[in-house]
């Protein structure tokens, strides 16, 4: 089936400093949807990016997206050590399937 | 607070047994999702409503598994038999089905099958 793939697998880095992952998708989208979860915890809803808009902010938070390449990347800036979880990519037009994620580890 | 719960928080069970889970979402969201989640892994489509139309279900999901969503409302996940392969946790989302809606999930249950 078709899914968000995000990569890197796992990212670790010292805080302060700005985690970058990966998205890639097959189908074409309507959107693209970035969550994120905690351990043991449900996935939470960080951002959404629109098939017509190259770049949105939120925050510390990053994304671009680049429908030729069908690919979209997750910027955090200056991160925290709140920030450790695992991140995902997702999209409606594949039922919402998720990959295995990114798992971002922020050490103090 | 309105979100997505879902009971039990743990279950426990044999081998053999039969085990039902909840899931309640956000009153106004018309879309359900379950998904079965391994450690380290991604959350693992199984199955999503439309109201109380189930749209898709995941070729993975065996005849052991079923759900509902009786009257469109809360939703059940029934697993008969349970292996222990199906030890996971299982996690439900709503939305409003919207294709710009986000999902919002609930904490899950942790299923051990001993």
């Known amino acids: 089936s078709q899914q968000g793939e995000e990569d890197p697998q796992a990212l670790s880095i010292q805080e302060g400093e700005n985690a970058t992952m990966n998205c890639s998708y097959k189908?074409?989208?309507?959107?693209l949807q970035w969550y994120r979860q905690n351990s043991g915890r449900g996935l939470v809803h960080l951002i959404l990016i629109r098939s017509n808009e190259r770049e949105k902010h939120s925050g510390r938070l990053r994304v671009t997206l680049d429908t030729s390449k069908k690919s979209s990347s997750l910027l955090i800036t200056a991160s925290r050590a709140a920030d450790t979880a695992s991140y995902f990519c997702a999209t409606p037009d594949d039922d919402m399937r998720f990959g295995a994620g990114t798992r971002l580890t922020v050490k103090p | 607070d309105t979100g997505v719960s879902q009971d039990p928080r743990h279950k426990i069970t044999k081998r053999g047994q039969n085990v039902t889970f909840r899931c309640d979402p956000i009153s106004e969201h018309n879309r359900l999702y379950w998904y079965r989640q391994t450690l380290g892994q991604g959350p693992e489509f199984l199955t999503y409503?439309?109201?109380?139309?189930?749209?898709?279900k995941s070729r993975l999901l065996s005849d052991r598994f079923s759900a509902e969503r009786p009257k469109g409302s809360f939703s059940t996940l029934e697993i008969q038999r349970t292996e222990q392969g199906d030890s996971a946790m299982y996690l439900c989302?709503?939305?409003?089905?919207?294709?710009?809606?986000?999902?919002?999930f609930g904490n899950g249950t942790r299923l051990t099958v001993t």
């Open positions: 989302a709503s939305s409003l089905g919207q294709p710009n809606s986000p999902l919002h």
């Open positions: 409503f439309q109201n109380e139309a189930q749209l898709e």
């Open positions: 189908t074409s989208i309507n959107n």
